[in-house]
């Protein structure tokens, strides 16, 4: 008991504000971070902080300052039932992943629910429909949407232009004391006259620490010539959780001069797939370690870095740093040298069939395919490579299977893949789409699109191998809540697990006696539910529900059943 008195009296003395703080904070439990801002996620920054909830959900959620609800959103995906509030400075704070909405304006979603027959929607609220203050009940901590676990999504917009604002930055209360830690360094070469250590491919190195900083184990002289890019593995931790957040910042420092430098307080959701230029991408896709890089590729667009390249070629010795911050100004250092040494290099030999170029369109065509990419679509030149193949005694693939370059080069903006569909019969040219083979398990994954005049055409985001196929498969549809198609097993809802096993869910509709209701959908677990609303369904009679579930190819699935309530 003295133990829990005095962490309520630590706590309580903790939420004595700073004076002339912008926001309060939006739980009203000791603040933890399990994500930090712009931390480094599959495909784009995080644009906010992520609050732990003590894996709980149904923790009342507060408005961090005075304010209006300007958005409200509910998705099986994203944020899932997420609020937006905009201020009179100027920004707008973000919660996502809520569970619930309180209740005048849960009241509010549903009868627009209900209205529009959906239960995805996204409402521009009137500025004056839910007035509120700094410290007011908004809604409840949750785990909806994309989540991968109960937590309170949280960010501070410019409400002018939305990009995302750093949370870390506003003096919300949260303890960190702690230095990011860096666990490996890779050293590349960057063009064809550059080595690392007499090799022209990069090369990765242990790192140990010591005296106050990171060093290469054993602390040899790195043997390095031409231009030259340095990469760091490396987290960061905050007080009272080992979940691993990202960095604030970097600054490459050679012989005490600063060359290379970024810091990230703010993004445009425009520009946040500019990750995959900023990481090494191809280590990424190989091992799932990111690699943070501290050079820019010329199709880089993010406006945060400053320097240049690091050009080794006068034959000294030069002492090289990195330097990494977090948000509280906390700092780790990598120490190490490296020696110009000049090795003349063999030019390697150019592999692939065309030079694509990132500054400009790129238009590639061969037998039954065509790959057009807009200007902007890479971060760097490259040799594009294409070889294709036949699979013989294959029902489910109508064309050739098309080896589109190799998927460890990252693509921007998307890029229009046609494939000629010869062997497709007419009375499946509605189902078909263009589909994805892994390599190494033979699974198709379908990229969508449809056909047209001999072709079946798709938006790709990533290289690989690509065939024709079609999905006439129904979506399945179980019943969790109604057995045997009559009697309920669970009092107050009705729940179904809807999957697709090919081109995905597009859409279902639930019914009770004929009328739509509004069935809840967690995309992530596949279920959709209808919790029993006495207001809106009569009690004390036999119903019958229907459910209709299409994918998106046109395949449908129905159920009906009936119960008493």
Known sequence: MRIVLLSILVFSSAMVYPKNRPYSEPLKIPILISGSFAELRRNHFHSGIDIKTQGETGLPVYSTANGYVSRIVVSPGGFGHALYIDHPNGTTSVYGHLSRFRGDIAAYVENIQYKRERFRVDIPAPPGKFQVEGGELIAYSGNSGSSGGPHLHFEIRDTKTQEPLNPLKYNFIIKDDISPKIQALQIYPLNNLSHVNYAANKKEYNIVFYDGSYHI??????????????????????????????????????????????????????????????????????????????????????????????????????????????????????????????????????????????????????????????????????????????????????????????EYTPIQAPVTLSIRADGLPAGLQSKSLIAKLDEKTGKLSSFGGGYLGGWVTAKIRSFGDFVVSVDTIAPVIKALSIKNHNTLIEPNRIRFKITDSFSGVKEYKGYIDGKWVLFEYDAKNSLITYHIDPDRLELKKQHRVNLLVTDNKGNKSSYDGAFFK
């Open 217 to 406: 184990k054993n602390n040899p002289v790195i043997p390095v010539y031409g231009k030259i890019g340095f990469s760091v593995l490396a987290n960061d931790y905050l007080n009272g959780t080992w979940s691993k957040c990202g960095i604030n910042s970097l600054s490459l420092k050679v012989d005490g001069e600063d060359l290379f430098s970024f810091e990230i307080n703010r993004f445009s959701f425009s520009k946040t797939r500019f990750i995959n230029s900023h990481i090494d991408y191809e280590e990424y896709m190989k091992s799932k370690r990111r690699f943070i890089k501290t050079w820019k590729d010329p199709g880089n667009k993010l406006g945060i870095y400053h320097g240049a390249v690091f050009d080794a070629t006068d034959g000294e010795t030069h002492h090289v740093e990195i330097l990494l911050k977090d948000s509280y100004g906390n700092t780790a250092s990598l120490e190490f040298q490296v020696k110009s040494k000049f090795k003349k290099m063999s030019t390697p030999e150019k592999k692939g069939v065309k030079l694509f170029l990132q500054n400009q369109p790129n238009h590639f065509e061969a037998d039954g395919i065509k790959l057009d990419c807009p200007k902007g679509a890479f971060y760097t030149d490259f040799n594009f490579d294409y070889t294709s193949f036949v699979e013989e005694n294959d029902s489910i693939k109508f064309s050739k299977v098309h080896h589109v370059h190799q």
